[in-house]
């Protein structure tokens, strides 16, 4: 069993900065995946970005650019630093890891971009 805890989140202005940050904890053993995804009301949730066990990264082509996700492998924790940020970013953010073929989800964390 995993937990996946988040924070961050907030509001701020059109074409500014945040910053999330989601830990794990639990009976974990090694390096696995994790990332973030974003859900809005009506709307399926969507990648925004992932860090795989050996570091590579996938960002959905909606944030290349000006997302980055990064982790801390000892601390068990990903990060996802947001720049220039837009209304469209608006959402509830939820971390995710994928550990011994069992997807874990956060409880969400809600950005919202004002214009």
């Known amino acids: 069993q995993v937990q996946l805890v988040e924070s961050g989140g907030g509001l701020v202005q059109a074409g500014g900065s945040l910053g999330l940050s989601c830990g794990a904890s639990?009976?974990?053993?090694?390096?696995?995946?994790m990332g973030w995804y974003r859900q809005t009301p009506g709307k399926q949730r969507e990648l925004v970005a992932t860090i795989s066990a050996g570091g590579s990264t996938n960002y959905a082509d909606s944030v290349k650019g000006r997302f980055t996700i990064s982790r801390d492998i000892a601390k068990n924790t990903v990060y996802l630093q947001m720049n220039s940020l837009k209304p469209e970013d608006t959402a509830v953010y939820y971390c995710y890891a994928l550990y011994r073929a069992i997807d874990y989800w956060g409880q969400g964390t809600q950005v919202t971009v004002s214009s």
């Open positions: 639990g009976r974990i053993f090694g390096v696995f995946t």
